[in-house]
């Protein structure tokens, strides 16, 4: 998704009811933000939406994207917003075999999430398809992307094929380069 530097479109302030509603939306995506939010987004700060081609949308705080999202998918937060909030945000870990692929920008695939070195949540803790998760990687403490599920960790287990986290945002992309003016 962000292969490319990014450039600015068009940039707004949103106004304080719609600042609101995303408060909410995030708290309902990711509860385990609750303790956190007024750190992240303060409620008398001002909120700015950025454009980008292909319906992106970021949302950034004082020179900070803090989030951003395709269309109206879920809010994917940005990898710092991530690595200063770890336990905020399910995680799946991938082997080392993987961590160039992703740093590259590919999509994550099941093998890599199902061999030695890769972790899965048991399944009274699945994840279901379309949630974002944090990919973390063998031997590493950080999170290196950010993505959404095409299918559920249970499924990704029994399947062992095909595409099972969507490209969003990886370490050294374009979002990650990014500077707002």
């Known amino acids: 998704m962000f292969k490319k530097p990014v450039t600015t479109a068009q940039k707004s302030k949103l106004k304080s009811s719609i600042q609101r509603s995303l408060r909410q939306r995030l708290l309902d995506q990711f509860p385990l933000l609750i303790p956190h939010i007024d750190e992240i987004l303060p409620k008398k700060s001002q909120l700015d939406m950025i454009k980008l081609p292909e319906r992106l949308t970021l949302y950034a705080l004082d020179s900070h994207v803090l989030f951003f999202q395709h ?17 905020a945000f399910p995680r799946i870990q991938v082997d080392r075999g993987a961590i160039r692929f992703v740093l590259a920008g ?4 099941c093998p890599g999430l199902t061999s030695a070195g890769a972790k899965l949540p048991e399944k009274e ?25 095409k299918m559920g960790t249970e499924e990704i287990k029994k399947i062992n094929k095909g595409v099972a986290v969507e490209a969003g945002h990886y370490l050294g992309d374009g979002l990650w380069k990014y500077e707002i003016e």
């Open 71 to 87: 269309f109206d998918d879920p809010l994917i937060p940005h990898l710092r917003v991530v690595h200063a909030y770890p336990h």
């Open 125 to 149: 803790n699945e994840i279901l398809a379309g949630a974002v998760v944090a990919i973390g990687a063998e031997g590493k403490e950080n999170a290196c992307m950010i993505g959404m599920l």
């Open 106 to 109: 590919a999509q994550l695939m």
